[in-house]
């Protein structure tokens, strides 16, 4: 109804109604009067039946006197972020939802007027909500203001007791205190971890912010709670809902029917002595076809995941959410329930397993000359170690790897070193970086930390991993199906130079008008190879290249120097690999189960949120190691180390000890008598009085100062009589700001 039209009747509380379902804008009582030509006596009336309607629960008023209908929305709130729907499309719900009704719909809508990050996890902002229909109620929301982001959820130690307490926050950029009322605390105790929920204060409020527990995860100093503050600080998904569980409980074993059957091929499973999932098998055997001499016939077997786990099944649904499994050292979070991880689709000795299979030819230099996909049904023929399978390779086997040493083990090494020679020749990037291994007593507490040794045996597996994905992708693309590719791009040209400016400091060069490729790299890795710059220089070419991510666009993978490249092994953790499974079973009609249609409209959109999860993962994981880390050396403050600097900032130096690895930072303020610049190219920062360098991969000792196992932080101090602290430095460089630019007549570069 319009404020324009006449009426001849006082309105009834439909008419009102109508009227404000119809707006769509702020509607104020006056507008109101306004829109129904009330005037004088007959206002007090309408004044009347709105506060009738109110009681009776048919309008409501916002703080602003705007009246609205009262089962919608307020016009003007704040939202926040809460996620993608099937199609894409950004979803937001109100910040303050306290109704038992579930909440309505609300899509973000787009205004490409306005240049802005998109909303994401944690974001808010002021919106104006639009009524699309009223059944279910669903509304578009039309940004005002991007709000400062909030943290959905608190993790953090509690102290206190049963009449109230406070939260300090595990994260280290959550320099908050959150106070917690008696009715809020949920039975959590001193020292408890919680995890909790911001809580809304009045204007008038004054002290620290307040929140309320929502989940208590026991003692805070636990072995266990290490883990599990990686987990809830990340938001990964850690319990399977009732109803995914069932679903992964009703499956069955397969039977052979159309499959080919592999159970008489001595397929086995190479995996480290703590493997929590066994997902691929492998076997070979010299190719029998006299056009092929010296060849190499390989097979390499995969749970088939894809049999279990059917399209936007509810299995299907929880695994896209969770993308991969998440690793910790006590611990997986996994992508698919345990009844098919470690269970139907984990290829245990002795037991038929469903399998997608490749049959691989190689020639005699290792190149792949055919492949073919099959379904299939295995028997694991055994589960060895790395280490024992090197050792039987080495000559000392043991009771199970003598009987496979001669028909399995020696024909797999034999095709390794095939697939070796064609890897010598298309060169993929070929860096050295150690990798530490955190092990664990049977409490949970950190026994030893050690480099995880790398033998031949790992490489075997790796290379026939690497075969089968290039297979894999290699028959989607013959057969015109769109999948998942595991995208690598080559470095972006800012940092390839930043990288020439630093090579420049140790007199080595990267040619600018050569393409681009991984041999480049080694070629630069093996000339500092035995020297005291090895370190270093990996770190910084490492730290070159882009990061990997899945897409339905392929782009190659520049690291491992190949033209199309797929994961396809390891559909029980990675949702990537799911994906490949699906569509070569659709490809190539081995099935009803294979990539649908709606899949293949929504690859560009998995593909960003498989490559977050990934992300996700990776950062918890590391915060998890980082923690692990600080836990273990708490025993050892006040201990010296020698150190190797691994990161330099403006604001101080980060050093990785040894041998544990442990990193931690030097605050600029500690670190010697004088005042440091950040010579951004040379990787350094350099005295200005004295000209002391301290540049990334210096060797330096050190002494460790603090270590809390709750952040994961190492706060190191450097040992020596022209180092430590300058107080009367100190307070100068407070005035001038810590790190120091070069003066004008002095050069950055040598």
Not at 278 to 285: K, L
Request: a neutral charge; proline letters at 6%.
């Amino acid at each position: 109804m319009s404020g324009s039209n006449k009426t001849d009747h006082f309105p009834t509380s439909d008419d009102i109604l109508a009227f404000l379902k119809e707006g769509g804008r702020k509607i104020t009582k006056r507008e109101v009067a306004r829109a129904f030509q009330i005037k004088g006596p007959d206002k007090v009336q309408l004044k009347k039946l709105l506060r009738e309607m109110t009681n009776d629960g048919l309008i409501a008023q916002d703080a602003g006197r705007a009246l609205r209908p009262a089962d919608r929305l307020p016009t003007v709130q704040v939202v926040e972020f809460a996620g993608l729907d099937k199609h894409g499309d950004a979803l937001v719900r109100p910040v303050k939802w306290d109704r038992k009704e579930d909440l309505p719909t609300i899509y973000l809508t787009e205004d490409k007027r306005k240049k802005g990050p998109a909303l994401g996890p944690g974001d808010r902002a002021l919106v104006r909500l639009i009524p699309i229909k009223d059944s279910p109620p669903t509304y578009r929301a039309q940004v005002l203001k991007l709000l400062k982001s909030s943290p959905r959820s608190i993790l953090g130690v509690y102290h206190g007791g049963e009449n109230g307490g406070r939260i300090h926050p595990i994260d280290k950029k959550n320099r908050d205190e959150y106070w917690v009322d008696r009715d809020d605390v949920r039975g959590a105790v001193d020292g408890e971890l919680v995890t909790a929920e911001p809580v809304m204060r009045r204007r008038r409020d004054m002290g620290p912010k307040r929140a309320r527990i929502r989940e208590r995860l026991g003692n805070v100093s636990s072995a266990k709670s290490i883990s599990m503050i990686a987990i809830h600080a990340h938001d990964i998904p850690n319990e399977f809902p009732e109803k995914v569980l069932q679903e992964a409980d009703a499956a069955k074993p397969v039977v052979l029917g159309e499959r080919d059957d592999l159970r008489a091929i001595p397929l086995i499973t190479i995996d480290p002595v703590d493997a929590r999932d066994h997902d691929d098998a492998i076997w070979a055997e010299p190719d029998t076809d006299p056009k092929n001499p010296g060849g190499w016939h390989a097979l390499v077997a995969i749970a088939d995941v894809a049999h279990y786990v059917q399209p936007d099944s509810l299995l299907d649904r929880e695994a896209i959410k969770r993308g991969n499994s998440c690793y910790f050292p006590d611990r997986v979070v996994p992508m698919l329930p345990e009844a098919l991880s470690a269970g139907l689709c984990s290829l245990k000795p002795g037991e038929d397993r469903a399998c997608m299979a490749v049959h691989m030819w190689f020639d005699q230099s290792g190149t792949k000359i055919r492949h073919k996909f099959v379904r299939g049904l295995m028997n694991s023929h055994g589960n060895i170690t790395y280490a024992r399978v090197q050792a039987a390779l080495d000559g000392t086997p043991d009771a199970e790897t003598e009987p496979l040493l001669e028909g399995v083990l020696k024909p797999l090494h034999g095709a390794f070193k095939a697939l070796m020679e064609a890897r010598s020749k298309r060169e993929p990037l070929d860096l050295d970086l150690p990798e530490r291994k955190i092990e664990l007593d049977d409490n949970g507490h950190v026994r030893g930390i050690s480099l995880r040794e790398r033998f031949d045996a790992h490489r075997i597996v790796e290379e026939f991993m690497i075969a089968a994905n290039v297979a894999a992708a290699e028959e989607l693309e013959k057969k015109r199906t769109p999948t998942m590719y595991r995208v690598h791009e080559e470095p972006p040209m800012d940092k390839l130079e930043s990288l020439r400016e630093f090579l420049t400091t140790l007199d080595l060069s990267l040619s600018k008008g050569a393409v681009i490729m991984p041999r480049l790299f080694n070629g630069i890795l093996k000339k500092v190879r035995g020297t005291s710059h090895e370190h270093l220089v990996n770190e910084v070419v490492l730290r070159s290249q882009t990061q990997a991510y899945y897409s339905p666009e392929n782009r190659g993978h520049f690291g491992l120097a190949l033209p199309k490249y797929a994961h396809f092994t390891s559909p029980i953790r990675r949702y990537s690999d799911l994906l490949v499974h699906r569509g070569l079973v659709r490809a190539l009609g081995l099935g009803k189960d294979g990539l649908t249609d709606l899949e293949i409209e929504e690859l560009a959109e998995i593909g960003e949120q498989i490559s977050n999860t990934e992300r996700r993962a990776m950062a918890a994981e590391r915060d998890s190691t980082d923690r692990y880390m600080a836990s273990y050396l708490a025993d050892h403050v006040g201990d010296e180390f020698i150190g190797r600097i691994t990161g330099v900032t403006r604001f101080g130096l980060f050093v990785a000890l040894e041998p544990s690895g442990g990193d931690g930072l030097i605050p600029i303020s500690e670190i010697g008598k004088d005042y440091y610049y950040h010579d951004e190219a040379h990787h350094a920062l350099i005295g200005e009085r004295t000209g002391q360098t301290f540049k990334l991969g210096d060797k330096v000792d050190v002494r460790l100062s603090e270590a809390n196992r709750f952040t994961g932080g190492l706060k190191l101090e450097l040992i020596g009589e022209d180092v430590g602290p300058n107080n009367k430095d100190r307070k100068f460089m407070k005035k001038r700001g810590q790190a120091r630019r070069p003066s004008k007549h002095r050069s950055r570069r040598k």
